[in-house]
């Protein structure tokens, strides 16, 4: 049988016994976690096996730890990172590449001792002048060559690591001016200029897991938010190349209008594979996954991929590789192996 079409969240700190049965009933792909859930690492990792428990088997547990304002697990559960644009400029063009691939190398790390092994990251989403604040410092360049050189060393040090990345947010969000958590954003840039900057980090990490669409109305070619574009799916398809498993980016943000089931069913009908939907009580998660409904074989086949790539690759000396990570950023060179 196949996998629910949903990732969906818990409201606490252990599932409620409602939680319990809703999820063996629905059989939600996976689970998202946020600082609600989290209060130290004993409780996260019964929740994570009370996650797993209710579907019976080994859902993945996805988190959004990219660091900084983003970052879910703090200090003493994780450690505490600057924003990643930031992190960049300070490791400095010789060093940031591996700079990034140790720091997410060690965020890894991190989460699977908690039972945590996907991340929605990277983000290779390239900023303008004009971008909103809440993405800016998320980012990691200012052109695509960097976002999508960076990204792969972020995905890389998270799959060393034993944890899935997430692409997002696809298939670009850089010259959004509003931030669609609480608005739709509109793009009016010409397809040429959409194809050679801000498509271009995700064809050249097209062939990662999974990725996060964007609710962003790219108005060169429709009117609709990507998530909901049958145009745009087809745009992440076949001239991006991606064809790992598509995640909507969370349906209860702003930017989508109507309600939660129209939004599931209008973003499955476009394409996408599965719909993430967050911070939402027990009513509505119950009503997203009657209109999910299961995977599609395409999308099932996507999943089982994915899921086969968790697994952690490399023995790692983590007092060694911080010491490495300290070095890169102090400007000394790292010649050292640790994958």
């Not at 319990?20 to 939600?28: E, N």
């Not at 792909?29 to 990792?45: P, S, V």
């Not at 719909?275 to 409904?293: I, K, P, Q």
Request: charged residues 25%; aromatic residues 6%; proline residues 6%.
């Amino acid at each position: 049988m196949s996998f629910g079409a949903t990732i969906l969240d818990a409201e606490g700190l252990r599932l409620s016994p409602d939680e319990t049965a809703f999820f063996q009933d629905a059989d939600p792909y996976g689970f998202i976690l946020f600082a609600r859930n989290i209060a130290d690492g004993d409780q996260l990792r019964a929740l994570c096996d009370d996650m797993r428990n209710s579907v019976g088997r080994d859902a993945p547990i996805l988190i959004d730890q990219e660091g900084g304002r983003v970052q879910r697990l703090r200090p003493p559960l994780g450690r505490e990172w600057e924003p990643p644009l930031d992190f960049v400029r300070r490791a400095g063009p010789a060093n940031a590449t591996r700079a990034m691939y140790l720091r997410y190398l060690l965020t890894a790390l991190e989460l699977r001792s908690y039972g945590i092994d996907v991340n929605c990251a990277p983000m290779v989403d390239v900023p303008r002048e004009s971008t909103h604040a809440f993405l800016t410092d998320r980012c990691y360049g200012m052109t695509p060559a960097e976002a999508a050189g960076l990204g792969r060393a972020v995905a890389m040090g998270l799959t060393a690591g034993g944890v899935l990345p997430v692409v997002k947010h696809i298939p670009g969000h850089g010259l959004a001016t509003a931030d669609s958590h609480y608005d739709l954003p509109h793009v009016t840039a010409t397809q040429d200029v959409l194809n050679t900057v801000d498509f271009a980090p995700f064809k050249v990490l097209n062939d990662l897991p999974m990725a996060m669409t964007a609710h962003v109305v790219y108005e060169a070619y429709d009117d609709l938010p990507a998530t909901l574009s049958p145009r745009m799916i087809q745009v992440i398809r076949n001239d991006i190349g991606f064809d790992g498993l598509l995640m909507t980016d969370d349906i209860s943000m702003k930017a989508l209008r109507g309600s939660l089931s129209d939004s599931t069913r209008d973003s499955l009908a476009a394409g996408c594979d599965v719909v993430l939907l967050c911070n939402a009580d027990l009513s509505e998660r119950m009503a997203v996954a009657e209109a999910a409904g299961r995977m599609t074989p395409s999308a099932q086949v996507r999943a089982e991929r994915a899921l086969a790539l968790r697994e952690v690759r490399v023995e790692v000396d983590i007092p060694a590789v911080q010491e490495k990570l300290d070095a890169l950023l102090s400007g000394r060179s790292d010649t050292g192996n640790d994958d």
